[in-house]
């Protein structure tokens, strides 16, 4: 198998402020069923201004089969 990870900056849950998609996007994300709102970064105190508190991992494991190889 194989894994990729990457770390992702966290919004700040003190300061983000929701805001509507954009049409187009809007348009691409409700084929999934997802929401079409998202947060964006503002900045506070908490996170001294940067909008951004903390990491969150991401992770992905592909495993091998024949087809792969």
Do not use: S
């Not at 300061?15 to 079409?36: I, S």
């Not at 998202?38 to 909008?51: A, D, F, N, T």
């Amino acid at each position: 198998a194989m894994l990729a990870q990457r770390l992702v900056r966290r919004l700040c849950r003190e300061c983000r402020q929701l805001r509507p998609l954009d049409p187009e996007t809007k348009g691409l994300v409700a084929d999934h069923g997802l929401p079409a709102m998202l947060y964006e970064p503002v900045g506070c105190e908490e996170c001294r201004g940067r909008g951004y508190q903390g990491r969150l991992g991401i992770h992905e494991i592909l495993m091998m089969n024949d087809k792969l190889h």
